[in-house]
Antibody
């Protein structure tokens, strides 16, 4: 079955860190751009970061530059998002998505930044 | 960033009737390779987004032919023919030609 499964979300204090993971199955992970998209409570969708197949190209949305780091392990078919210096406005459900055009999404993992 | 503007933001529809959603981009979406990377997504209540349409008019696998996309330049349309109860949710347009890919505000489709 073709699927993406996120994990690692939770409650964290402002200024804290969290590492999200996404496990892929059912397709050739190493051949795909992969990224993270977030959705704040009751709000729309926002691309956060994306990484090319061999990690030779990485892009971030301006609001997370310098704080978030996207990475991948093709051997383990896994995608990661290291989130540091978290702020209240980072509170959202974080989705793992395949490709720039998001043709496959995971179920999401919630991140709550609050004291 | 490219701004995507959807209308309407709320769309009550009678079962069996058609629904039309518009999306306008703040700049052209034709890529250097000649493709227009414009997409439509459906997000049912409590679910993840699901892509319905890619590159303006191509339906993704498993998407009913009741869903059709059209448009060019900066103006695009999603039409849902013969709306069914399972079509309730929020529909988003998204451009993936330019970084970052950007979404419209979403159109909430509900049954009258």
């Amino acid at each position: 079955e073709v699927r993406l499964v996120e994990s690692g979300g939770g409650l964290v204090q402002p200024g804290g860190s969290l590492r999200l993971s996404c496990s892929a199955s059912g397709f050739t992970f190493s051949n795909q751009w992969m990224g993270w998209v977030r959705q704040a409570p009751g709000k729309g969708l926002e691309w956060v970061a994306i990484i090319k197949e061999a990690e030779d190209e990485i892009r971030y949305v301006d609001s997370v530059k310098g704080r978030f780091t996207i990475s991948r392990d093709n051997a383990k078919r896994s995608l990661f998002l290291q989130m540091n210096s978290l702020r209240g406005e980072d509170t959202a459900v974080y989705y793992c998505a395949r490709g720039w055009a998001g043709d496959l999404w995971g179920q999401g993992t919630p991140v709550i930044v609050s004291s | 960033d490219v701004v995507m503007t959807q209308s309407p933001l709320s769309l009550p529809v009678t079962l069996g009737q058609s629904a039309s959603i518009s999306c306008r981009s703040s700049q052209g979406l034709v890529s250097a390779d000649g493709n227009t990377y414009f997409n439509w997504f459906q997000q049912r209540p409590g679910q993840s987004p699901r892509r319905l349409i890619n590159k303006v008019f191509n339906r993704d696998s498993g998407v009913p032919d009741r869903f059709s996309g059209s448009g060019s330049g900066t103006d695009f349309t999603l039409i849902i023919s013969r709306v069914q109860a399972e079509d309730v949710g929020v529909y988003y347009c998204m451009q993936s030609t330019h970084w970052p890919p950007t979404f419209g505000e979403g159109t909430k489709v509900e049954i009258k």
